[in-house]
């Protein structure tokens, strides 16, 4: 696709509810982040993916946050028991090569609420 | 202490003024550096690269110290576009091939006609 896309745009989710947020990468993109954006905030860094490995999860706020990439293309962050501490907007981003000297194109991102 | 400082700001200023924003970051091994800009309830979006000898793009120039860890951002003739949370970034390798851009918490400018 022509960009980074994510799914759903927006999630209300009850407390203790299990949730699944979807990013779907510009074609070809090697490089995969997740970040999670509360309010006011700069985005804060969950976990890394070159290709299909997840080359670093230290960022995952605890053992409830699982991401994957099977594939090496599309990623899927799960959160199981959301808590309301988990309300922030999470953040996927890409990039076409696994260095350190690109910007990386970031997804509208998935703003959850949890009530 | 935070990885990425940014001075929050709000920065108010008239149109045609020229605004500076300042950044400091404290991992010294950090290789690579970023200005993004995110609109209210946007994603945020590359604005330019940084480097040691200095970079300008249009109205905007982009300076790194590397000695001192220090980025700044000059806009110069603000126009009621710039509004928008500036947020300086910082790329570093965090060990088996895994790389990480650091965010600041970002600076809000606001132009005002």
């Known amino acids: 696709g022509a960009g980074v896309s994510q799914s759903p745009r927006y999630k209300v989710a009850k407390r203790g509810q299990d949730v699944a947020l979807r990013c779907d990468p510009i074609s070809g993109h090697v490089s995969l982040f997740w970040y999670q954006q509360a309010l006011g905030q700069g985005p804060e860094f969950l976990t890394y993916?070159?290709?299909?490995?997840?080359?670093?999860k230290s960022g995952l706020p605890s053992d409830r946050f699982f991401a994957e990439r099977p594939e090496g293309s599309v990623s899927t962050l799960k959160i199981q028991r959301t808590q309301q501490e988990d309300s922030a907007v999470y953040l996927c981003?890409?990039?076409?090569?696994?260095?350190?000297?690109?910007?990386?194109?970031f997804g509208s991102g998935t703003r959850l609420t949890v009530v | 202490r935070k990885e990425v400082e940014q001075d929050p700001g709000p920065f108010n200023v008239p149109e045609g003024a020229t605004v500076a924003f300042n950044c400091t970051y404290s991992?010294?091994?950090?290789?690579?550096f970023f200005w993004y800009r995110q609109d209210c309830r946007k994603e945020p979006k590359l604005l330019m690269s940084?480097?040691?000898s200095g970079n300008e793009d249009g109205r905007f120039t982009a300076q790194l110290n590397r000695a001192s860890q220090y980025i700044s951002l000059l806009i110069r003739d603000s126009k009621l576009s710039d509004s928008a949370t500036y947020l300086c970034v910082v790329n570093s390798r965090s060990g088996a091939g895994s790389y990480q851009l650091t965010f600041g918490k970002g600076t809000k400018l606001s132009v005002i006609p």
């Open positions: 991992n010294s091994a950090s290789q690579s």
């Open positions: 940084v480097y040691s």
């Open positions: 993916f070159q290709n299909e490995a997840q080359l670093d």
């Open positions: 981003a890409s990039s076409s090569r696994p260095g350190i000297d690109y910007g990386y194109t």
